[in-house]
């Protein structure tokens, strides 16, 4: 995620979707609302830090995350209160729920738990806290939202009385990976458990701590994997007339493959983003043209790929444009795209009847757009099944929190993880009292 424009809302912001109308009275009593959960959140916000360090310095890879289960397991017993539910295919994923023995819905506030490994290089020794592990850091913020996740857990479980329902607290692992949520949307497990709506935040580097962003619809694209196989003549490197001539070949089509998003199809309202990320050839020999090159990368878009054999379709505008290429100069084209984690979809209902005031009880800077990211993310699974927002948390502060995720450089800046508490526990306040 990049850095987002930040406008001021403080306790009332003029002027978004259907909320612009809001009367005064209603917007004043929800800046009220913020003084209540600001002592308790400060906390929790302890509760979180320690977390986020333990986290931090001990990061671990997709499915197996015994260490922060084992953690986060130990406090959440420690609390009391709360019932486990297992996912088999998951066996790291925590799912808690927390119910406050009144009439309500049932909601769920999510966290990604696993962290990445790095291409090159390690943390640098300068960053507070450090990865202990070898080739490995939380460089997406992963355990911060785990950490924030479990300081409102701490708060909540201390505060029954100020929501209703039942709050399904969900730790999942393996987003970096593929059989994270969707595993978890594949066992059934909320559907089974009633939850009606579904929330998470994630770390923005390069907004300020205190801010918060939510697009409205489609707020990130979906995922794709390609394989583009290029087969023709292979020839003597001295001749490459003699043959299809792939490397250069391919290097022409790379660059049409890049541009095609823009010329190819209506760019303005199917907006779509193709990285090639991968090149290799059939030819052990340097004195050879190769007789198959594969080229591979992502296809990122807001919309299904569809069937290569129906018109009008991505995929069919991708292959039928790459076999009529490669076979300009002598080749053929083998187009394969693999369907990932689908676009992320924010549920425009609840932004509305849920952001304005969930910024002024938490005491946050709230932007609400229409801006579309072609990052993606496995919560878009659970938004496929039921109503979900995923909201994103300003972490910049002095010299923190600048750098993008996935690099070496990314950091978070404590105050953010405050921040991340109070959002929460506002959304679990409200959403449970608003969602049916």
Not at 201 to 228: D, E, I, R, W
Not at 398 to 426: K, W
Request: charged letters at 20%.
């Amino acid at each position: 995620m990049g850095r987002r424009r930040m406008t001021k809302l403080g306790c009332f912001r003029k002027g978004f979707g259907t909320m612009k109308r809001k009367n005064l009275v209603l917007a004043l009593a929800a800046c009220a609302l913020a003084t209540a959960p600001l002592a308790p959140a400060r906390a929790a916000d302890s509760e979180a830090l320690t977390a986020y360090t333990y986290f931090h310095r001990n990061p671990e890879l997709g499915k197996d995350l015994p260490k922060a289960h084992a953690y986060l397991m130990a406090r959440l017993r420690a609390l009391g209160g709360f019932t486990f539910v297992d996912v088999p295919a998951l066996p790291s994923a925590i799912v808690a729920v927390l119910d406050s023995g009144r009439p309500g819905p049932t909601i769920a506030l999510r966290a990604d738990m696993d962290a990445r490994p790095l291409d090159t290089g390690e943390e640098p020794a300068d960053h507070m806290p450090r990865s202990q592990i070898p080739g490995r850091m939380h460089n997406c913020g992963h355990d911060a939202h785990s950490a924030m996740l479990l300081g409102a857990a701490v708060q909540l479980r201390a505060h029954p009385e100020t929501f209703t329902g039942r709050i399904v607290f969900l730790f999942q692992s393996a987003e970096e990976v593929k059989g994270g949520a969707d595993d978890i949307v594949a066992d059934g497990v909320l559907t089974r458990l009633g939850v009606k709506a579904i929330f998470a935040q994630h770390v923005v580097p390069g907004m300020p701590v205190g801010g918060v962003s939510v697009s409205q619809g489609s707020a990130m694209a979906g995922n794709n994997t390609f394989k583009l196989t290029l087969r023709g003549t292979a020839s003597h490197a001295a001749s490459p007339y003699e043959g299809a001539d792939l490397g250069v070949t391919s290097a022409k089509i790379i660059t049409e493959l890049a541009d095609m998003p823009a010329r190819g199809w209506d760019m303005a309202n199917r907006p779509a983003v193709i990285s090639v990320t991968k090149i290799a050839t059939s030819s052990a020999s340097i004195n050879a043209t190769p007789a198959e090159v594969t080229i591979k990368g992502t296809l990122r878009a807001f919309e299904p790929l569809g069937d290569n054999a129906k018109p009008g379709t991505l995929n069919h505008l991708i292959a039928t444009r790459m076999s009529a290429l490669a076979a300009v100069y002598g080749a053929s084209a083998d187009w394969l795209a693999t369907p990932g984690t689908p676009p992320t979809i924010n549920d425009t209902n609840l932004i509305a009847a849920l952001a304005t005031d969930a910024a002024g009880e938490a005491n946050v800077n709230m932007t609400i757009s229409t801006e579309r990211f072609m990052n993606s993310e496995d919560f878009a699974y659970y938004s496929q099944i039921i109503p979900g927002v995923y909201f994103g948390l300003g972490i910049e502060k002095g010299d923190l929190g600048h750098v993008g995720v996935h690099q070496t450089g990314f950091t978070i800046h404590p105050d953010a993880l405050d921040a991340g508490v109070r959002l929460l526990v506002a959304i679990a306040h409200l959403a449970t009292a608003r969602v049916h």
